[in-house]
């Protein structure tokens, strides 16, 4: 997943990586065409550590795959996960996996809580999903119910059968609900609702490419930092400043090891021994994300936000390099 326009009034989630936990398949749902949802929980019962709305897991399966689900139940129950899995035909397996393999009563490694999707304060809001991208959006819909802050989702498909939780949405929530099947209704008509910039409005959209880049659009005219988006592709990356090799120090590990053209930083750091927790290895999700403590980043990722970026306190190794001849890592 990629988030983009890091709100000035949020705190960066620290960088600090996050040990896995080891839960168990609660219970295993279908909650859509080709969507199933896990519950997950600690096999002893015991509390799981908080989250906010728009936070992700690592779920690092039996197979050897990690792979990051929204978080998309209550955020109030502090013994479960719930995540939504879409089988994707041409993925990398991980939700075949999940879809066919893994069953209740399974372990399952967890990385995380991580957000880098938060919920910043606003007067109303306008969320907008396509598909699976509903699952972010589900708890920033009860969060800003539970706050009394006016708010609308407008929520896409291809059909009405693949669109998960749509029940529930439409139950609890009713007319706040917009449900618009693209075989029913053809595709969201964003021009109504994006067409007049609306002030103390923040809208936030998950969803394929193709719909991110028409909110994009058609949110050109808004004030700064009016829109927020998650997605779940990077874009093509631009090339590195440097093509040359560079030093990487672990400054924990006490080693220093150099970091060819060909090889990303963490593959580098992985061959020195030092097991950095990864997902995606596309710059898209945030999970490998790591401290700077010395040396100028060479931000290649779809993460961080452009004042994250100017701190050069942080990169993600999977896709991000160097500018300088020296990087000194809290690994």
């Known amino acids: 997943m990629v988030a983009h326009h890091l709100l000035p009034e949020i705190a960066r989630a620290t960088p600090t990586p996050t040990p896995a936990l080891t839960l168990r398949v609660r219970a295993k749902d279908t909650v859509a065409d080709g969507v199933v949802s896990l519950t997950l ?120 059968a693949s669109m998960a939780f749509r029940d529930h949405l439409t139950t609890a929530y009713g007319e706040r609900v917009h449900l618009c099947p693209e075989d029913e209704y053809g595709l969201l008509d964003l021009d109504s609702w994006l067409s007049r910039p609306e002030p103390g409005t923040k809208v936030y959209c998950c969803g394929p490419a193709p719909l991110l880049a028409a909110v994009e659009s058609a949110c050109a005219a808004w004030p700064t930092y009016s829109l927020r988006t998650e997605r779940f592709a990077a874009a093509a990356p631009a090339e ?29 750091v992985r061959r020195a021994g030092v097991e950095v927790l990864s997902s995606c290895e596309q710059g898209t999700c945030g999970t490998c994300l790591v401290p700077v403590l010395t040396g100028t980043p060479d931000h290649r990722d779809a993460v961080l936000a452009e004042h994250e970026r100017a701190a050069g306190d942080c990169l993600l190794p999977c896709v991000s390099r160097s500018r300088s001849d020296r990087l000194v890592l809290d690994l």
């Open 41 to 160: 929980e600690r096999p002893d019962g015991t509390r799981l550590p908080d989250w906010t709305p728009g936070a992700h897991v690592d779920l690092v399966l039996a197979d050897g795959t990690t792979r990051q689900y929204s978080l998309c139940g209550d955020r109030w129950d502090p013994y479960t996960y719930r995540v939504a899995v879409l089988r994707e035909t041409a993925g990398r397996g991980g939700s075949a996996y999940v879809h066919d393999r893994l069953a209740v009563g399974d372990p399952v490694g967890v990385g995380g809580p991580h957000n880098h999707f938060p919920l910043a304060p606003a007067d109303r809001y306008l969320f907008i999903a396509g598909g699976i991208g509903i699952t972010p959006l589900l708890p920033m819909v009860h969060q800003a119910e539970l706050m009394g802050i006016d708010w609308q989702l407008l929520y896409g498909g291809r059909t009405r």
């Open 240 to 268: 590195p400043v440097r093509q040359t090799p560079f030093e990487v120090e672990l400054r924990r590990t006490g080693r220093t090891i150099t970091v060819p053209p060909d090889l990303s930083v963490l593959h580098a």
